[in-house]
């Protein structure tokens, strides 16, 4: 509840901001955010990729193919 009252007097004050300041703190705002947004697809390109290193794909597939059949 507390959390709510302070994001509404946080929202109310921004109100009060200049254009320029709250471009600013949308920026900082933006700067600090623990998730970066991803802008494309392609910036996706190598996540996860030690993850199947020593994996043969072929070997990975007929496995999977196994696993579902019965």
């Excluded at 109100?15 to 933006?30: A, F, G, T, V």
């Amino acid at each position: 509840m507390a959390m709510q009252t302070n994001l509404e007097a946080l929202i109310e004050a921004a109100k009060h901001l200049s254009d320029e300041e709250r471009k600013k703190l949308i920026e900082s705002l933006h700067a600090r955010s623990e998730s970066p947004q991803l802008r494309h697809i392609t910036e996706m390109r190598g996540l996860g990729k030690d993850l199947w290193q020593g994996i043969d794909p072929q070997d990975y597939l007929n496995a999977e193919r196994d696993s579902s059949e019965n």
